[in-house]
């Protein structure tokens, strides 16, 4: 699976030194976006047992709905590369009582040990990943074909939506390390996806993309 060329991804460092400052913060700057995750979770169309990958898991907001959805039976890996968010993931997964398997791995994506295979794969407000084609290439070899993949995340909206665009603007500059690609995020799953599906919610101002792994040739 070949995913297209596209400018290079700002470095670890600067997206260390952006999460790190938010951390203590993040989880109620996300509050507002709660629908959007559920929605996104229940794009994904998991079932009791299945695997699916968390990427970019930052505190593990979506972990408590991942692991209802897979259950007891299921497996959760969350992959996040600052320390201080997932320090507070393991204390959310130390209180959950699902029984479900977590896996937290403390890495950029484009380095991540992940083994296996996986049913699903969440991209939850985490542009600097999706945009990222080495990041993706690493979460797509892991995906079983017909493995579903949803992605969220703040887009520009239409031209003329110039009040929606100046949100998107300075939640841009406070969430992402480069405001490139934010005319369509999803465009490299797009190229792997056959069929992504991409609805604007927020007045515009955010997207949920999903589709599904071809089946291997």
Do not use: K
Request: aromatic share 6%; glycine share 8%.
């Amino acid at each position: 699976m070949v995913v297209p060329p596209h400018p290079p991804p700002p470095s670890r460092q600067a997206m260390l030194a952006l999460y790190r400052q938010r951390a203590s913060r993040y989880d109620m700057e996300l509050a507002p976006f709660e629908p959007i995750r559920r929605q996104a979770i229940d794009r994904l169309n998991l079932r009791p047992g299945q695997t699916v990958l968390d990427v970019g898991c930052g505190t593990g907001l979506s972990l408590p709905g991942l692991c209802q959805a897979v259950g007891p039976q299921g497996r959760v890996v969350g992959v996040e590369q600052c320390p201080e968010m997932l320090a507070q993931a393991r204390e959310r997964v130390a209180v959950d009582r699902s029984g479900t398997a977590v896996e937290l791995v403390c890495a950029s994506v484009q380095q991540a040990p992940l083994v296996g295979w996986a049913d699903a794969a969440m991209f939850h407000f985490t542009h600097d990943i999706v945009c990222d084609p080495q990041a993706l290439a690493q979460v797509l070899r892991h995906l079983r074909p017909g493995a579903h993949v949803v992605a969220t995340g703040l887009q520009w909206a239409p031209a003329w939506a110039w009040a929606t665009n100046a949100w998107v603007w300075s939640a841009a500059l406070y969430s992402v390390s480069s405001l490139r690609g934010l005319e369509a995020p999803w465009r490299l799953l797009a190229a792997v996806l056959p069929g992504l599906r991409v609805e604007p919610v927020w007045q515009g101002a955010v997207y949920v993309a999903h589709g599904q792994v071809p089946d291997a040739p």
